[in-house]
């Protein structure tokens, strides 16, 4: 089993998000922002490593200054880069549950879901930012010219969006 980089506390201290039942659906949402957000950018051999021994990476996953050509940096490090991955897939998907008559909505009484649109929009904003403080982090990994970050081999996730059609 693939353990996560962050728990709930890590994106509560960037995003709002509620305390829930639903842990194991967060666990599903990390690991996916882990795997097909953060994998690809990084690239295998860096995220192999990072994965084999987390606590070896804590500069990385955490953060920090770091010095460059005589000026101070920061580096805002991988674990934010995943939270905001998480919080959109968390958004996009943490109200549907699997049940054994098919995916279903979780709806509270005194409470209204927010529509489709109202879902992507808030998905979309926290990728881009998720790709906007993995730009920070890129810049960390290629100024002290880490040893397992090729720059050269890395892409963004594909960003053409989702594409959602109603049926029925």
Known sequence: ?????ITRDDIAKYRQISKSAFDDKLK???LDAQLIDLQPLIGERLYNKLM???ENFQDLLIGG?????GETYHNHGLKMVISYFAYARHIMFSSYVDTPSGAVQIRKDN???????GKKTIYQINRES??????????YLTRTNHPLFNNCKTSAPRSAG???TKLG
Not at 1 to 5: H, K, N, R, Y
């Open 1 to 5: 089993m693939i353990q996560t980089l």
């Open 28 to 30: 599903e949402q990390i």
């Open 52 to 54: 084999a021994n987390p």
């Open 65 to 69: 200054a770091y010095e460059y050509n």
């Open 111 to 117: 409470s209204e879901p927010i529509d489709m649109a």
């Open 130 to 139: 998720a790709l906007q403080i993995w730009d920070n982090v890129k810049n």
């Open 162 to 164: 989702m594409r959602f």
